[in-house]
T-cell receptor
Framework: DTEVTQTPKHLVMGMTNKKSLKCEQH?????MYWYKQKAKKPPELMFV???????INESVPSRFSPECPNSSLLNLHLHALQPEDSALYLC?????????????FGSGTQLSVL | DAKTTQPNSMESNEEEPVHLPCNHS???????IHWYRQLPSQGPEYVIH???SNVNNRMASLAIAEDRKSSTLILHRATLRDAAVYYC??????????FGKGTLLTVNP
């Protein structure tokens, strides 16, 4: 199994809603990543987890709250988002947090904030 | 973050080789060069990566200049399925995989 599975594929939420994005991998990878991608722009790194601990936070607003409950699962909790947060949210994983490791990406969750 | 420079777009014909260039003049000795591509409506997909030597895999070849300040991704026979945005990424000691603007490759039938 070489897949990174993201759910849901699409999400529409209001600015007062609380929702969560889920990412799962069963490749035994110990590093997991969240990226945000606006239309026609490159992906932007948000968070990196290594061995279930947050190792990089790219100054992301607190309305985005990541969680890594175990080595296979990564969540992104969303609260009080703004319309400009509408984007494709991508999850990725790699064996380790190393410069020599390749990342496996999921297909993303397309988020619309109304 | 380390920056790479790529052409905004390139065009190729089906069945012909494609050479996608990338400049990474600030590269340090331990930085790897990674290439990913992103097809429409999909997440990025790993293509190849290398440090100093040229690398080959089933998808592509990576030719790294001797001074490591540039590299070229080679698709040996382009197909319509290779139409995508190709990202060249200099991955350094901060472990971040930071995407630049990439090259939009169009493949003509």
């Amino acid at each position: 199994d070489t897949e990174v599975t993201q759910t849901p594929k699409h999400l529409v939420m209001g600015m007062t809603n609380k929702k969560s994005l889920k990412c799962e991998q069963h490749m035994g990878h110990r590093a997991m990543y969240w990226y945000k991608q606006k239309a026609k722009k490159p992906p932007e790194l948000m968070f990196v987890y290594s061995y279930e601990k947050l190792s990089i936070n790219e100054s992301v607003p607190s309305r985005f709250s990541p969680e890594c409950p175990n080595s296979s699962l990564l969540n992104l909790h969303l609260h009080a988002l703004q319309p400009e947060d509408s984007a494709l949210y991508l999850c990725a994983s790699s064996h380790y947090r190393s410069t020599n490791e390749k990342l496996f990406f999921g297909s993303g969750t397309q988020l619309s904030v109304l | 973050d380390a920056k790479t420079t790529q052409p905004n777009s390139m065009e190729s014909n089906e069945e012909e080789p494609v050479h996608l260039p990338c400049n990474h003049s600030t590269i340090s000795g331990t930085d790897y060069i990674h290439w990913y591509r992103q097809l429409p409506s999909q997440g990025p997909e790993y293509v190849i990566h290398g440090l100093t030597s040229n690398v080959n895999n089933r998808m592509a070849s990576l030719a790294i200049a001797e001074d490591r300040k540039s590299s070229t991704l080679i698709l040996h026979r382009a197909t319509l399925r290779d139409a995508a945005v190709y990202y060249c990424i200099q991955r350094g000691s901060n472990y971040k995989l930071t995407f630049g603007k990439g090259t939009l490759l169009t493949v003509n039938p």
